[in-house]
């Protein structure tokens, strides 16, 4: 079992930059595949990105790739993700996610095991 928890999400203007942490606790970090995903109001949780326990593995969602960074650090327990170039469609609460090695990257959020209580990103215009 692991806790995570996220921080790093607030305010910010359009075109601006935001970067999320999340840290985890309660079981060695390597021993899972991270990602995060997101849910605006009214809408569907989705998948944004996604990095395998040994970072050798990394996907993102179409319409962010290319201004969204994700990175871990299994010595500090933690994943970010680094956004770039924000608009006011990525406003969201943004949710950190943990899955069992060996089981990938799904994007369906089924079958992540452990999520965080999310942070808030709100992208004014």
């Known amino acids: 079992q692991v806790e995570l928890v996220e921080s790093g999400g607030g305010l910010v203007q359009a075109v601006g930059s935001l970067t999320l942490s999340c840290v985890g606790s309660g079981r060695t970090f390597s021993s899972y595949g991270t990602a995060w995903f997101r849910q605006a109001p009214g809408k569907e949780r989705e998948f944004v990105a996604g990095?395998?326990?040994?970072?050798?593995?990394?996907h993102y969602k179409t319409s962010v790739k290319g201004r969204i960074t994700i990175a871990r650090d299994n010595d500090k327990n933690t994943v970010s993700l680094q956004m770039k170039r924000l608009q006011p469609d990525d406003t969201a609460l943004y949710y950190c996610a943990a899955i069992t090695d060996g089981m990938g990257l799904p994007l369906s959020e089924k079958y992540y095991e452990y999520w965080g209580r999310g942070t808030q990103v709100t992208v004014s215009s």
């Open positions: 990095i395998m326990w040994n970072s050798d593995s990394i």
